[in-house]
């Protein structure tokens, strides 16, 4: 009989949104570029993410974190992201919680005075993170830009609807959840994952997507419902659900980086202008425009975004061979 499987890792949430992180136990892998990792773990390991991320050692909506090797110069290390569907470009609350974990396991040598500058290489890019010594963190995220405003889509048994979409690390359609007759806070979540999951089927088929650098990153990841507000006087509650049904507990690192360049991108705030973004669980994130950018066609712009990870626990997960329940599955 084969070895057991054991996969070691260290347990955090930022806002409520759980992070699982590999530490040891993980096979390598390859790829000249961490895209081409991406693809060699969806098409190689992919029975290692159900393993870890869907039950009885996780749940519909776990969040798992894979440290790679990175192939960008000047990266401190790369991550590849997972959850319940497979493997997302870009993953803010992550960042976030790797950042802090990176410095105090002492993968990242601590600075002597103010924050510790972290770089981490995501499939999406290089993000630049900082760990200030109380472990807030904030990050700089790829060039952020508004591919579509007030888009026209077909939504099936409400008509047309406008919404935008923004690049954060990942696409994602924005609109009031208010447009389909709903309302954050006040409805129920299981009404608002059913309506952002009709929304990212119909903007799936009917708006083709483009990324400047990679075709890889040329999907919708998810529906970002709003309150309507912008975060000024007050933050801006959201609620992502992204993947398959999955739902954020925290305000999403790459949706506020989305909203933030549509914001700029429609005149409503300017570089500098600090925004906070509410989540379900009651955490927040800041935003801020930081400086104009270029994604080939697009006028882009650097958000940093700002929030906080906890330490939830540590793990030792195994699976033996003949456990073929244990392989993973998802109820419902």
Not at 160 to 181: C, W
Not at 287 to 306: K, Q, T, Y
Request: net charge neutral.
């Amino acid at each position: 009989m084969a070895d057991p499987i054991a996969i070691e890792t260290v347990e955090m949430h930022t806002g409520g949104e759980p992070v699982r992180l590999v530490v040891k136990g993980y096979p390598p892998i390859p790829g000249e570029t961490i895209l081409a990792k991406r693809r060699y773990a969806r098409e190689r390991l992919d029975h290692l993410r159900r393993l870890l991320i869907f039950e009885p050692r996780g749940h519909f909506d776990m969040y798992g974190v894979i440290p790679v090797e990175p192939d960008l110069p000047g990266a401190d290390l790369a991550v590849l992201f997972m959850h319940n569907e497979g493997y997302s470009t870009m993953c803010g609350h992550a960042v976030i919680a790797v950042g802090r974990w990176a410095v105090e396991s002492g993968r990242i040598k601590r600075a002597t005075s103010g924050e510790t500058a972290v770089n981490i290489q995501c499939p999406c890019g290089l993000v630049r993170a900082w760990v200030a010594a109380d472990g807030a963190v904030r990050f700089e995220s790829v060039p952020a830009f508004a591919f579509a405003l007030d888009a026209a889509v077909d939504l099936p048994e409400t008509g047309r609807i406008a919404l935008d979409i923004g690049y954060g690390g990942a696409f994602y359609a924005v609109l009031p959840a208010a447009r389909l007759g709903l309302s954050l806070p006040g409805s129920p979540l299981r009404d608002l994952v059913d309506a952002a999951a009709r929304v990212t089927a119909a903007v799936k088929a009917q708006v083709p997507l483009r990324h400047p650098d990679d075709p890889d990153l040329a999907f919708l990841y998810g529906t970002i419902f709003t309150d309507g507000g912008e975060g000024i006087d007050r933050p801006s509650l959201n609620v992502c659900i992204f993947a398959e049904r999955e739902v954020d507990r925290s305000p999403t690192g790459s949706g506020v980086t989305a909203r933030m360049a549509l914001q700029v991108a429609r005149g409503v705030a300017a570089l500098g202008d600090r925004r906070q973004f509410q989540s379900v669980t009651g955490s927040v994130f800041t935003g801020r425009a930081v400086s104009p950018v270029r994604a080939g066609e697009f006028a882009a712009v650097r958000v940093e975004v700002g929030g906080r990870a906890h330490y939830s626990g540590s793990a030792r997960f195994t699976h033996e061979p003949d456990d073929r329940i244990g392989q993973g599955f998802l109820l419902g």
